[in-house]
């Protein structure tokens, strides 16, 4: 597959782009986490934009990499989870929440912070399109993540605010929990979900 110059300089801006954006996501879990009481994460090394302690070989290479051979329309991956023990927060509901929330809420900081970037880089076109993957890329992440299946962030927010017993039920989902994601990714059902909300916050930011 051979790609013009063009093409390369837009999947460069894309893959850096999703880069940040997973890294951010798992710093903002790290640093939230230690905020709360729980140091794991930053004597683990993974308080750090440094990409290479974030790299998981399936989530940040594999996965876009396929998606970028096979021409698809979206750009998608993960970083390795950072470490974090819940016991030792000091408050354990709220810290399990404003933990897990962190990631979600950092992509969506992101996205906001980019468009702002769009709307005040005039005509420059690189700067334009950086942003526009800012915005989009991390809008994608903010949403995904909030999906309630084990092991993402949303089931962390769920089962945090579940009763302990009901809490303990929704955890027996994470071991299936990637294979249920896959399904729901195959038969369009993720993008049913996903795709409004996608679209109606990305026009509120952009206006497009």
Do not use: C
């Not at 790290?30 to 399936?58: K, S």
């Not at 989870?81 to 992509?107: D, H, I, K």
């Not at 579940?162 to 369009?188: K, M, Q």
């Amino acid at each position: 597959m051979s790609l013009s110059v063009p093409q390369l300089f837009d999947l460069g801006l894309r893959v850096v782009m999703l880069l940040f954006a997973v890294i951010i996501h798992e710093v903002a879990h790290g640093y939230v986490a230690w905020r709360f009481g729980d140091p794991t994460a930053r004597f683990a090394g993974r308080l750090t934009l440094n990409p290479l302690p974030h790299i998981d070989p399936v989530g940040t290479i594999l996965v876009p990499g396929l998606l970028l051979l096979s021409g698809s329309g979206v750009i998608f991956g993960w970083a390795k989870p950072v470490p974090v023990n819940p016991m030792n927060f000091r408050n354990l509901r709220a810290g399990e929440l404003a933990v897990s929330a962190a990631g979600p809420v950092s992509n969506l900081a992101l996205a906001v912070l980019f468009a702002a970037l769009l709307h005040l880089g005039g005509s420059n076109l690189g700067l334009a399109k950086l942003a526009y993957y800012g915005v989009s890329i991390n809008l994608f992440l903010a949403l995904f993540n909030l999906v309630p299946i084990p092991p993402l962030d949303g089931s962390h927010l769920v089962s945090a605010l579940l009763p302990y017993r009901l809490a303990r039920l929704y955890g027996h989902l994470e071991p299936f929990g990637f294979i249920l994601i896959l399904v729901l990714f195959y038969t369009g059902v993720m993008s049913l979900l996903l795709m409004p909300p996608y679209i109606f916050l990305r026009r509120l930011l952009l206006g497009f």
